[in-house]
């Protein structure tokens, strides 16, 4: 679709547009992002005329929506309290907060969206910004300081891959990466 | 001829002038005025109010103040509700309680909004403050019920504990048992974010039945219909109470001793709650509602004809809360019934989804800007809006001093003309002239910037997002808006230019946030150099901004002024101009 030259009264081809939306609502929502491409930065001279008047006519139907980050400004308490709504139905995330010795600040994060150890104890390190060492059954995490363990339903501490997968995500309900001489106490067996 | 009037009235006849004028405002204005009066001022003053932490430090302000009682202290800046500002910001009141704790043994009232509060805080005030009595943490997160064992345990004079909206772990600590059986102060206690395991409701009755003076409760989700009335019955004095209701049917032994149970309640005048109410319960509440003043069904499920009969039996309210199933034809049977409504927010039942799932549209906001006179304060989600309509509101109710409109699908035109909103958030601005808070959304040019900048003199608070054109906009609001002081945005082309060539506003400013906008590191910089009174903060997850091509633009930044100098708390996603690595905590 160029613009609203496209649009012929005689022809009413607005009659024959492919578009969302239910049959007998007019298209008005004109969804098109604000955001501009590094190009349109390093060309625009932040004129006042901008591009606003090419784009005010494009009418193309939106593409299908990836929610966006913090919109509609909800705040998390209310988003929480449908959610669990939807959740009892649904069945929404698994969301448990991660915890590092000496660092002031936890994360938050889905169990959910991890299909197993490796890919949790990659997002881990990447979020602290440190290195897991080797697990092994006996000796648990050898090479680095560091050991990720979690407190299970029971109030335990346990090592992080000791249970199989779906036990654990279960059973979680927070993360902890603990250093030094507790964390290698934890390494040997359950 | 003014300085020997100054100086004629004794310091004691001077603070006790001074103790008359409690607002803040006028108190900074009073310590204005002369050295001695300054010195008069800082000694008597009790409360403090500090809208950004990092602003001032805790040892400055002792300094200054030795004698407080009261606190008040705001952490993360306010798109953190929105999840905008990542985990590990900051905000951490540690370091406040430290300081306060050998400095002020008589502070009894600590009010906290968007901070980290962790148990050792908590710990911290239960054993620091002999007298303590008032403890709110809105929006707060870090602690657990470990914490508040130790509040009930040592808080001996206790009379308000509020939660309201934060986080809290659950270290199946059954705290509220941790109030000994001789305490007995409490005046308001609101618990509502609470999980189930939470609260124990044997400790809970316990509780309420022991304090005479109980006057407003707010609990959580967890307590059923039967507990509700039981507690109801214990404390018939209540002024505000929320409770929810479970998801049951109807049975009438139940409901007749939850309707008994508020027939006894003459003084309340405030109800919220209402999670998982089933309609055939509403009734119980019909005796009280005559007087109610403040309703909040913002989580209740129920839809537009139950609505409008409980509205229906609420002539005195000021004060609503509601999902947008109350529908148009409920907001014109609210502006009919309820003429003294100063405050109305309608909230998405379903904002996530394209389609509308109720019958909410512009009409309802403009037939309560018709008739509610006295109406204030609007928060509205709704999914199409005119400018005719916001015309219509503006003339109607030039006496609105906060307008938050929110069109849930970002640039949505006017879907009468298909043009953007300038000129119906213009009449807004126009018209309404002791506007202090706005929010716009909707398609939006430079244009309504100007306007904004134009009238909007008494705009303290300003939102934006997906708007504007360029720089001029913002350069509109920052050179026009005399009275702002905080300025957020999101999603707008807005950049270096308008922001460097209004350095110096920013230091009249609490604070800026602008996030998925067009601004430089090098831009944030060079403000950083330049401005050494504010804190520039480039929030940026995906590394150093340094190693990125030099048009790249920020992530996110938040910049505010300071007192205080950079912060020494900042995670390794914060970055700043300067590169010392002492001012990070690491690992």
Same mark, same amino acid.
Not at chain 1, 115 to 132: D, H, R, V
Not at chain 1, 160 to 178: A, N, Q, Y
Not at chain 2, 268 to 290: E, M, N
């Given at each position: 679709?160029?613009?609203?030259?496209?649009?012929?009264?005689?022809?009413?081809?607005?009659?024959?547009?492919?578009?969302?939306?239910?049959?007998?609502?007019?298209?008005?929502?004109?969804?098109?992002?604000?955001?501009?491409?590094?190009?349109?930065?390093?060309?625009?001279?932040?004129?006042?005329?901008?591009?606003?008047?090419?784009?005010?006519?494009?009418?193309?139907?939106?593409?299908?929506?990836?929610?966006?980050?913090?919109?509609?400004?909800?705040?998390?308490?209310?988003?929480?309290?449908?959610?669990?709504?939807?959740?009892?139905?649904?069945?929404?995330?698994?969301?448990?907060?991660?915890?590092?010795?000496?660092?002031?600040?936890?994360?938050?994060?889905?169990?959910? !969206?991890?299909?197993?150890?490796?890919?949790?104890?990659?997002? !881990?390190?990447?979020?602290?910004?440190?290195? !897991?060492?080797?697990?092994?059954?006996?000796?648990?995490?050898?090479?680095?300081?560091?050991?990720?363990?979690?407190?299970?339903?029971?109030?335990?501490?346990?090592?992080?891959?000791?249970?199989?997968?779906?036990?654990?995500?279960?059973?979680?309900?927070?993360?902890?990466?603990?250093?030094?001489?507790?964390?290698?106490?934890?390494?040997?067996?359950? | 001829?003014?300085?020997?009037?100054?100086?004629?009235?004794?310091?004691?006849?001077?603070?006790?002038?001074?103790?008359?004028?409690?607002?803040?405002?006028?108190?900074?204005?009073?310590?204005?005025?002369?050295?001695?009066? $300054?010195?008069?001022?800082?000694?008597?003053?009790?409360?403090?109010?500090?809208?950004?932490?990092?602003?001032?430090?805790?040892?400055?302000?002792?300094?200054?103040?030795?004698?407080?009682?009261?606190?008040?202290?705001?952490?993360?800046?306010?798109?953190?509700?929105?999840?905008?500002?990542?985990?590990?910001?900051?905000?951490?009141?540690?370091?406040?309680?430290?300081?306060?704790?050998?400095? $002020?043994?008589?502070?009894?009232?600590?009010?906290?909004?968007?901070?980290?509060?962790?148990?050792?805080?908590?710990?911290?005030?239960?054993?620091?403050?002999?007298?303590?009595?008032?403890?709110?943490?809105?929006?707060?997160?870090?602690?657990?019920?470990?914490?508040?064992?130790?509040?009930?345990?040592?808080?001996?004079?206790?009379?308000?504990?509020?939660?309201?909206?934060?986080?809290?772990?659950?270290?199946?600590?059954?705290?509220?048992?941790?109030?000994?059986?001789?305490?007995?102060?409490?005046?308001?206690?609101?618990?509502?974010?609470?999980?189930?395991?939470?609260?124990?409701?044997?400790?809970?009755?316990?509780?309420?039945?022991?304090?005479?003076?109980?006057?407003?409760?707010?609990?959580?989700?967890?307590?059923?219909?039967?507990?509700?009335?039981?507690?109801?019955?214990?404390?018939?004095?209540?002024?505000?109470?929320?409770?929810?209701?479970?998801?049951?049917?109807?049975?009438?032994?139940?409901?007749?001793?939850?309707?008994?149970?508020?027939?006894?309640?003459?003084?309340?005048?405030?109800?919220?709650?209402?999670?998982?109410?089933?309609?055939? $319960?509403?009734?119980?509440?019909?005796?009280?509602?005559?007087?109610?003043?403040?309703?909040?069904?913002?989580?209740?499920?129920?839809?537009?004809?139950?609505?409008?009969?409980?509205?229906?039996?609420?002539?005195?309210?000021?004060?609503?809360?509601?999902?947008?199933?109350?529908?148009?034809?409920?907001?014109?049977?609210?502006?009919?019934?309820?003429?003294?409504?100063?405050?109305?927010?309608?909230?998405?039942?379903?904002?996530?989804?394209?389609?509308?799932?109720?019958?909410?549209?512009?009409?309802?906001?403009?037939?309560?800007?018709?008739?509610?006179?006295?109406?204030?304060?609007?928060?509205?989600?709704?999914?199409?809006?005119?400018?005719?309509?916001?015309?219509?509101?503006?003339?109607?109710?030039?006496?609105?001093?906060?307008?938050?409109?929110?069109?849930?699908?970002?640039?949505?035109?006017?879907?009468?003309?298909?043009?953007?909103?300038?000129?119906?958030?213009?009449?807004?601005?126009?018209?309404?002239?002791?506007?202090?808070?706005?929010?716009?959304?909707?398609?939006?040019?430079?244009?309504?910037?100007?306007?904004?900048?134009? $009238?909007?003199?008494?705009?303290?608070?300003?939102?934006?997002?997906?708007?504007?054109?360029?720089?001029?906009?913002?350069?509109?609001?920052?050179?026009?808006?005399?009275?702002?002081?905080?300025?957020?945005?999101?999603?707008?082309?807005?950049?270096?230019?308008?922001?460097?060539?209004?350095?110096?506003?920013?230091?009249?400013?609490?604070?800026?946030?602008?996030?998925?906008?067009?601004?430089?590191?090098?831009?944030?910089?060079?403000?950083?150099?330049?401005?050494?009174?504010?804190?520039?903060?480039?929030?940026?997850?995906?590394?150093?901004?340094?190693?990125?091509?030099?048009?790249?633009?920020?992530?996110?930044?938040?910049?505010?002024?300071?007192?205080?100098?950079?912060?020494?708390?900042?995670?390794?996603?914060?970055?700043?101009?300067?590169?010392?690595?002492?001012?990070?905590?690491?690992?």
């Amino acid at each position: 679709m160029e613009g609203s030259v496209g649009y012929d009264n005689d022809l009413n081809l607005r009659a024959t547009e492919l578009r969302l939306g239910l049959p007998g609502t007019e298209p008005v929502s004109i969804v098109r992002s604000n955001k501009r491409s590094l190009q349109q930065v390093a060309d625009d001279d932040c004129g006042v005329n901008g591009c606003r008047s090419d784009d005010q006519n494009e009418t193309a139907p939106p593409p299908p929506k990836a929610q966006i980050v913090g919109w509609p400004p909800i705040r998390s308490y209310r988003k929480n309290n449908i959610q669990t709504k939807k959740n009892e139905s649904e069945g929404g995330g698994i969301y448990v907060k991660v915890s590092m010795d000496g660092a002031p600040y936890l994360r938050k994060i889905d169990l959910k !969206i991890y299909s197993g150890y490796p890919e949790l104890l990659q997002a !881990i390190e990447n979020m602290f910004k440190f290195t !897991i060492g080797e697990y092994s059954e006996r000796e648990g995490y050898k090479g680095s300081d560091y050991a990720p363990t979690y407190e299970d339903k029971d109030g335990d501490w346990m090592l992080v891959g000791d249970v199989p997968w779906e036990m654990f995500i279960t059973s979680c309900k927070r993360l902890r990466i603990m250093k030094g001489s507790e964390a290698r106490g934890l390494g040997c067996g359950v | 001829m003014p300085k020997r009037l100054a100086s004629s009235l004794s310091d004691e006849v001077l603070e006790h002038v001074f103790s008359f004028i409690q607002s803040e405002k006028d108190r900074n204005v009073v310590s204005a005025v002369c050295k001695s009066w $300054y010195e008069i001022e800082r000694w008597c003053r009790r409360k403090i109010f500090v809208g950004n932490c990092y602003a001032v430090s805790p040892e400055m302000v002792i300094r200054r103040f030795p004698q407080v009682r009261s606190i008040e202290l705001k952490g993360k800046p306010h798109f953190a509700d929105f999840n905008l500002v990542p985990d590990g910001w900051g905000g951490y009141v540690l370091p406040w309680i430290t300081e306060m704790a050998g400095a $002020y043994p008589w502070l009894d009232e600590i009010r906290l909004k968007r901070m980290v509060v962790t148990d050792e805080s908590l710990e911290l005030i239960a054993k620091s403050f002999k007298d303590f009595k008032v403890l709110v943490l809105a929006s707060c997160e870090g602690f657990s019920t470990d914490g508040l064992a130790a509040i009930a345990a040592s808080c001996k004079n206790l009379r308000e504990l509020d939660l309201r909206e934060s986080e809290v772990d659950d270290s199946s600590v059954h705290w509220l048992s941790h109030f000994p059986e001789t305490y007995t102060s409490m005046v308001s206690l609101n618990i509502s974010c609470l999980g189930s395991g939470e609260v124990s409701f044997s400790a809970l009755e316990r509780l309420v039945s022991r304090c005479p003076n109980l006057r407003s409760l707010k609990l959580n989700r967890a307590v059923p219909l039967d507990k509700t009335a039981n507690i109801l019955r214990l404390a018939p004095q209540l002024v505000e109470f929320s409770a929810c209701t479970y998801s049951a049917e109807l049975r009438s032994d139940v409901f007749s001793n939850l309707a008994g149970a508020f027939s006894n309640c003459k003084e309340l005048r405030s109800l919220s709650g209402f999670w998982d109410v089933v309609p055939d $319960y509403l009734p119980a509440i019909y005796s009280v509602c005559s007087r109610l003043t403040s309703l909040n069904l913002s989580y209740a499920t129920i839809l537009s004809p139950d609505l409008i009969k409980l509205v229906s039996h609420c002539p005195s309210l000021q004060r609503l809360l509601v999902l947008d199933y109350i529908e148009d034809s409920g907001l014109e049977a609210l502006a009919s019934n309820c003429k003294d409504l100063q405050e109305l927010r309608v909230f998405p039942s379903d904002p996530f989804d394209a389609e509308p799932n109720a019958s909410l549209t512009e009409q309802g906001l403009v037939a309560v800007s018709l008739g509610c006179p006295k109406l204030q304060s609007v928060l509205y989600f709704c999914r199409r809006m005119s400018n005719a309509a916001l015309v219509t509101i503006a003339q109607n109710r030039p006496n609105l001093n906060r307008f938050r409109l929110c069109i849930i699908e970002p640039n949505t035109a006017d879907y009468l003309t298909g043009e953007p909103f300038d000129v119906g958030f213009g009449a807004i601005v126009e018209h309404c002239k002791d506007l202090i808070r706005l929010s716009l959304s909707g398609l939006l040019t430079d244009c309504v910037f100007e306007y904004i900048g134009k $009238y909007a003199k008494k705009l303290e608070m300003l939102s934006v997002a997906f708007a504007g054109d360029s720089d001029l906009g913002l350069h509109h609001v920052l050179s026009g808006c005399e009275s702002l002081r905080k300025l957020e945005i999101r999603d707008c082309p807005f950049g270096d230019k308008a922001l460097l060539t209004n350095a110096a506003k920013l230091e009249t400013m609490q604070s800026l946030w602008m996030s998925s906008c067009s601004v430089s590191f090098e831009a944030c910089k060079l403000l950083s150099q330049k401005m050494p009174r504010l804190n520039v903060e480039v929030i940026d997850e995906r590394g150093p901004p340094d190693s990125r091509p030099e048009n790249c633009t920020v992530d996110k930044l938040y910049i505010y002024r300071s007192v205080a100098g950079p912060r020494f708390d900042m995670p390794p996603f914060v970055w700043t101009k300067d590169e010392d690595l002492a001012l990070r905590l690491s690992p």
